[in-house]
């Protein structure tokens, strides 16, 4: 179970009372939030649920070591292998 941020991914208030009442970890719909929840060390289950990561954003996501990143492509989940690779991590996707 991951707590589904959506707009409250930019909230670091709301990821807390989430993370409290007993829900492991969250979802990032966009990098952004994957950028905030990390930035205040909340646990990172999923990025990308929406659409695919960004090519730019992908070395840095990956390199955030989410549980996992949706990628809807061939060509996506390739750039996630080749970051994974990169970093000397196994991503699952």
Not at 68 to 78: K, L, P, S, W
């Amino acid at each position: 179970v991951f707590a589904m941020t959506k707009q409250n991914g930019l909230n670091p208030f709301m990821t807390r009372v989430l993370l409290d009442a007993g829900i492991p970890s969250t979802c990032a719909v966009e990098t952004l939030q994957a950028h905030r929840i990390r930035r205040y060390g909340f646990p990172l289950g999923n990025v990308g649920h929406i659409q695919n990561i960004p090519a730019a954003q992908v070395p840095a996501v990956v390199a955030m070591r989410p549980e996992f990143i949706t990628v809807y492509t061939h060509r996506a989940a390739q750039r996630v292998s080749d970051a994974a690779l990169e970093l000397g991590i196994r991503q699952r996707v």
